[in-house]
């Protein structure tokens, strides 16, 4: 049975896709309630939990406190800046074939695998360059 695409998932889907960073349930909210007045921030957990779990988003927990959420469908890793705490996409081939390797050499049996890089953007970089 195919499930209908309701006018706030694809708000929600819509949000993500164009959205510049990783926003949180609260960002996402506070955007679509301007289109749809009636959402409420219970709809919004409820259908970006359902989209992460069949995975038409990626949910992100950098923080224990909150989750991030991320509207990019190709495979892709993250960069968090400890100053700023903004989030970055990385592509996939920055990074070796690790799907291919494991300890013992075997291939073929790593199914997925997330990458998260830490340090300063280029941004905080600057800016502590020129203090």
């Known amino acids: 049975m195919m499930e209908r695409l309701t006018n706030q998932k694809k708000a929600i889907l819509d ?7 990783h926003p949180d349930a609260y960002e996402i909210f506070a955007t679509i309630k301007q289109k749809l007045p009636q959402i409420s921030l219970a709809t919004v957990y409820r259908n970006l939990d359902i989209m992460a779990q069949k995975g038409l988003i990626k949910e992100m927990r950098f923080r224990p406190d909150r989750a991030n959420y991320d509207g990019v469908a ?17 592509p996939d081939q920055v990074l070796l074939d690790f799907a291919k390797i494991t300890e013992d050499g075997t291939i073929d049996l790593v199914e997925e695998f997330q990458v998260l890089f830490r340090g300063r953007c280029i941004n905080c970089a600057r800016k502590i360059e020129i203090a």
């Open 15 to 21: 949000f993500l896709a164009g959205a510049k960073g």
């Open 74 to 90: 190709e495979k892709h890793h993250h960069f968090v800046c400890n100053i700023c705490s903004n989030i970055f996409n990385v």
